[in-house]
């Protein structure tokens, strides 16, 4: 995060070093330790916000899965019930359409829970900054 960011205001003085009071230089680093909070938690809510959508899209995958596989259930009930071909037993042409169904389901399912899982959740740009950040200060204390 560059220290010369408009929204962040004045960076730390460039050029010789000019001894300054105490008092400024806390003040300082209160302003700026704000700054860098406030920036922290945009970048936050943006990343989860990004990752909210994200499990949207999964939970309806998900859902569609769960209505091809009902499909599934469906038509293989129908298939044994009326029966569906001629060439072969009524039995063997229903678990034919009913296993094709229930495959497409699964593999459905499968894609809204991998969408779904944990560690695509984690805001990971949002903690490689606060630990760059953390770097940066250890950096400016042991100066």
């Not at 959508?53 to 599934?72: D, M, W, Y």
């Amino acid at each position: 995060m560059s220290m010369d960011d408009p929204d962040l205001g004045p960076g730390p003085q460039r050029g010789p070093q000019v001894d300054r009071p105490l008092t400024a230089l806390l003040a300082d680093l209160a302003n700026e330790t704000t700054a860098l909070v406030r920036k922290e938690v945009e970048l936050a809510k943006a990343e989860v916000q990004e990752k909210v959508t994200e499990a949207g899209r999964g939970l309806v995958s998900l859902a569609l899965g769960g209505g091809v596989a009902f499909l599934g259930l469906m038509f293989l009930l129908w298939a044994v019930v009326y029966g569906l071909s001629t060439v072969m037993p009524q039995w063997a042409a229903a678990l034919i359409v009913g296993v094709v169904m229930a495959v497409i389901g699964l593999i459905l399912i499968q894609s809204g829970r991998k969408t779904l899982s944990a560690t695509s959740l984690q805001p990971k740009r949002t903690i490689e900054t606060v630990k760059d950040d953390a770097r940066w200060a250890k950096a400016q204390i042991s100066q």
